[in-house]
């Protein structure tokens, strides 16, 4: 087996491993960059590093002959942007020339989701590195839409008559194994990554009730009824502003822009909500 020259970060989560597994049954090697080696999938043609996007050295160690990697986000945190930016210092450092990177439509410096932000601050980052980057701005999550319902049968949130293109993680690691394989093409691009149509939380209520076989609805909260009925779960206040502002952001229409970027670079249209798979593949 040839050495690789692809890594592959957060291949212990879904997103990360669907990728990781693409490349395997591809036949392609592939360096898995994990924290824990316990939790590192079992792939053929796969070699595994242990570092975290903040220990440079044994990062540098991990990176050593990649030319391109898949950087998935960090886990959100106060200290995000710190690992965001040692991790792309450090890909910097030792010579890879693509790095692919996990972000969020709408990402800007006044974004309303508040980690949006961050990533925003994350491609100013990558920027500004001699590598190439390719930025795969992704809609929330269409496998995150059956999650929202409480045990009453209602999605609660203070997204107002907003809409979302949500998207599939299946397509997003169908783009980004294209890309990884092919990075030439993509290098210096923004992909916005979306399902095929902007939905509103009574369109997903619909659409849920008829795919879960128990009734769903949606009761638009206002700002200070989510922070309220939020509350019971003790979170820090950075991630409660980050979950209310989920809601507010589409209430905004941060999210609601259609894109073609994911037939166009795959070749096959992106699922819909109709069409997901309701348990994990």
Known sequence: MAEPSIAVTGCTGRLGGRVARQLAEKGVPQRLIVRDEKRAPHLPGAEVRVATYQDRAALSR???GIKTVLFVSAKEAPTRLDEHFA???TAASVGVQTLVYTSFQGAAPHATFTFARDHWATEQKLREQRFASVVLRDSLYLDFLPLLAGEDGIIRGPAGNGRVAAVAQSDIADVATTVLL?????????LTLTGPAALGFDDIAQVLTRRLGRPIRY??????E????????GAPQWQVDAWVSTYTAIASGEMSTVTSDVERVTGHPPLGLEDLPLSPP
């Not at 092919?182 to 923004?190: D, Y």
């Not at 009761?219 to 200070?224: L, R």
């Not at 989510?226 to 779960?233: C, E, K, M, P, T």
């Open 87 to 89: 991790f792309i210092e």
């Open 226 to 233: 989510a922070y309220r009925s939020r509350a019971h779960y």
């Open 182 to 190: 092919h990075p030439e093409p993509h290098r210096g691009q923004t």
């Open 62 to 64: 991990a990176l050593e």
């Open 219 to 224: 009761y638009a909260e206002s700002i200070d």
